[in-house]
Antibody, heavy 117, light 110 residues
Framework: EVQLVESGGDLVQPGRSLRLSCAAS????????MHWVRQVPGKGLEWVSR????????EYADSVRGRFTISRDNAKNTLYLQMNSLRVEDTALYYC??????????WGQGTLVTVSS | QSALTQPPSASGSPGQSVTISCTGT?????????VSWYQQHPGKAPKLIIY???KRPSGVPDRFSGSKSGNTASLTVSGLQAEDEADFYC??????????FGTGTKVTVL
């Protein structure tokens, strides 16, 4: 069974940093590209970033480019999102999702990031 | 990249059909056959129900169907059931390894 479990969400002040993790199991992790998608509670979904299986192709949404860094450790079956210079508008539930056929075929349950002074 | 446009709400009685539209541009929906749809129940993670415009993942009932014409994609839920009440989101590949989601539609089963 495919499982994605996010962790690392917290309450942080604006300008601070946070690193999210996503532990994957139930599939061959390094066969798949992975994504981060976020959702403000009660609002819609926003694609954040994606990383290829070998980490050689990385893309970001304009809203986070230059502040967030996606990475993965295939030996640990883990996806990461380093978030720097956090803003109030980054407050959201962050999901990791597996990529397949340019869709998001499996999702974790999300980890909540709250940016507030 | 602007969000794809969906109607905020849609509804139907049990057994009826409901169709949700998702409008984008030639840079996303119109440019690629990579539209996907997600169902999200309250407090739950989104679930993929349609990919590549009209394909269903294993286990998704054939009551769910997708199509595309020009810059607009559509999801039809036939034979509405109580458990279909949820939020639905479309998504499209937008080139250069970027993706965009729709604004979301709340489906109510009357």
């Amino acid at each position: 069974e495919v499982q994605l479990v996010e962790s690392g969400g917290d309450l942080v002040q604006p300008g601070r940093s946070l690193r999210l993790s996503c532990a994957a199991s139930g599939f061959t992790f390094d066969d798949y590209l992975m994504h981060w998608v976020r959702q403000v509670p009660g609002k819609g979904l926003e694609w954040v970033s994606r990383i290829s299986w070998s980490s050689d192709r990385i893309e970001y949404a304009d809203s986070v480019r230059g502040r967030f860094t996606i990475s993965r450790d295939n030996a640990k079956n883990t996806l990461y999102l380093q978030m720097n210079s956090l803003r109030v508008e980054d407050t959201a539930l962050y999901y990791c999702a597996r990529g397949s056929s340019r869709s998001f075929d499996y999702w974790g349950q999300g980890t909540l990031v709250t940016v507030s002074s | 990249q602007s969000a794809l446009t969906q109607p905020p709400s849609a509804s139907g009685s049990p057994g009826q059909s409901v169709t949700i539209s998702c409008t984008g541009t030639s840079s996303d929906i119109g440019g690629y056959n990579y539209v996907s749809w997600y169902q999200q129940h309250p407090g739950k993670a989104p679930k993929l129900i349609i990919y590549e415009v009209s394909k269903r993942p294993s286990g998704v009932p054939d009551r769910f169907s997708g199509s595309k014409s020009g810059n607009t994609a559509s999801l039809t839920v036939s034979g509405l059931q109580a458990e279909d009440e949820a939020d639905f989101y479309c998504s499209s590949y937008a080139g250069s390894n970027n993706f965009v989601f729709g604004t979301g539609t709340k489906v109510t089963v009357l």
